[in-house]
């Protein structure tokens, strides 16, 4: 069973359209938990920190359960730059003296007009 | 952008080559996390350096090792390099070895022939 595992998608909406992704995690000492994008053939860069109060980014909601082990991202009023893969990611560093990321293999979204 | 750079940008090798990527880090950070991201799937784990030191591995043979320089910058080499080597090598600073906040630089495609 992979560490962070996150729905494969491909997922393609319209323009407006509202979607979620939901991720789920299997180590339970995960300490922080994170929504990376990816553009085609670039780095991931860093979308938004997930926080069991849940946060919110202007059209972008994230969402942590640790009883559940869960992590989601809604993304409302989809845009065609929104087009990209989503990263679920655990900071994973309990008992150990570094911080390492653990990605699940990303979900595809296309928007399309 | 983050302030990371890596070299080169693309490069191809033959089977049992060696190859060295190179990586500087943002400045002010002092930690060095390296990520080999296959077609299709997210970033793993490599390792991390944290002042000049290996301070973490992940589940990677010993034909991969890396160092890292009094200036944070940091070096990944592969030997004997075999087909599934060919991938998007990413590195990703931070201002400590348990940081959460990692800035990743564009990646080194690595192509195997």
């Known amino acids: 069973r992979k560490e962070v595992e996150q729905d494969p998608g491909p997922f393609n909406v319209p323009e407006g359209a509202t979607v979620a992704f939901n991720c789920t995690y299997s180590?339970?000492?995960?300490?922080?938990f994170f929504w990376y994008r990816q553009d085609c053939r670039k780095e991931p860069k860093l979308l938004m920190s997930?926080?069991?109060s849940g946060n919110e980014d202007g059209r972008f909601t994230a969402q942590l359960n640790r009883a559940s082990q869960y992590i989601s991202l809604l993304i409302r009023d989809s845009k065609l730059s929104d087009s990209a893969t989503y990263l679920c990611?655990?900071?994973?560093?309990?008992?150990?003296?570094?911080?390492?990321?653990?990605f699940g293999q990303g979900t595809i979204l296309t928007v399309h007009p | 952008e983050t302030g990371v750079t890596q070299s080169p940008t693309h490069l191809i090798k033959t089977r049992g080559q060696q190859v060295t990527l190179r990586c500087s880090s943002q400045?002010?950070?002092?930690?060095v996390s390296w990520y080999q991201q296959a077609l299709g799937q997210g970033p793993q784990f490599i390792f991390q350096?944290?002042?000049?030191?290996?301070?973490g591995r992940g589940n990677f043979p010993p034909r991969f090792s890396g160092l890292q320089f009094p200036n944070y910058s940091s070096e990944l080499n592969v030997n004997a390099l075999e087909l599934d080597d060919s991938a998007l090598y990413l590195c990703?600073?931070?201002?400590?070895?348990?940081?959460?906040?990692?800035?990743f630089g564009p990646g080194t495609r690595l192509t195997v022939l």
């Open positions: 990703a600073s931070s201002s400590g070895q348990l940081s959460d906040t990692q800035y």
């Open positions: 180590n339970s000492a995960s300490q922080s």
């Open positions: 997930v926080y069991s």
């Open positions: 990611v655990a900071l994973n560093a309990g008992g150990t003296s570094y911080g390492k990321l653990t």
């Open positions: 400045s002010g950070h002092n930690t």
């Open positions: 350096y944290y002042r000049e030191e290996e301070n």
